[in-house]
């Protein structure tokens, strides 16, 4: 089985601004309806500038979520999610759906997290973090910090060798990682038995 890798070289905190950051790729609609609805319950937030993350590579993504104070979280219905815990390494505060296989992680120490039919109740949420931001309550630093403990814990202190990993898109667009090449103690027919299992969709990438 692949282990989730987070890259630590590109995701990690930036000098933050308050935006929020959403890869609504998998639910694209409910991304938009959370976003309508906040605007419209709080009308004195409807400037606050969201970061839609489309068609962008690792590394761009890895720099909107070092830069932005939030991440809309849209898992859906995963096996893991690893979007979430990219932002938490990027210093992110998460707010959205757990995904159900994002409860692996989730805590509500590290995050706000619901169920996926909670949609206003994330719109409430993210306006009473953006509002909790901007009065520098102690309790986000607590929350930021259990989030880059549980990004650590994603995040092996040497580097996955075994394989090396290329994304590459399929007719709908969505980022894939697939086996390339092995570490010499790897024999071609091993690697070529892993390729049914070890290729994964992945919500890292756009």
Request: hydrophobic fraction near 45%; aromatic fraction near 10%; charge should be neutral.
């Amino acid at each position: 089985m692949l282990p989730c890798y987070i890259d630590r070289d590109i995701f990690f905190p930036r000098t933050k601004v308050m935006q929020i950051a959403v890869v609504p790729r998998k639910l694209p609609v409910e991304a938009r309806f959370i976003q309508k609805l906040f605007k419209l319950k709080y009308a004195h937030l409807s400037s606050l500038p969201w970061q839609f993350i489309e068609s962008k590579t690792e590394a761009e993504t890895a720099e909107i979520f070092g830069k932005s104070s939030i991440l809309l979280a849209l898992n859906a219905r995963e096996s893991f999610g690893l979007v979430p815990i990219e932002a938490m390494a990027s210093g992110c505060i998460v707010v959205g759906f757990h995904g159900y296989g994002g409860l692996e992680y989730a805590t509500p120490e590290n995050g706000y997290w619901f169920s996926p039919e909670y949609m206003e109740e994330v719109a409430d949420a993210l306006a009473g973090v953006v509002d909790a931001l901007e009065r520098d309550d102690p309790s986000l630093v607590r929350m930021r910090e259990a989030g880059a403990v549980a990004s650590t814990a994603r995040s092996p202190s040497i580097r996955m060798s075994a394989c090396r990993l290329t994304r590459w898109r399929t007719g709908r667009g969505h980022g894939m990682l697939s086996v390339i090449s092995s570490a010499p103690s790897l024999t071609s027919s091993a690697v070529s038995g892993w390729l049914p299992t070890m290729t994964m969709r992945c919500s890292a990438f756009p």
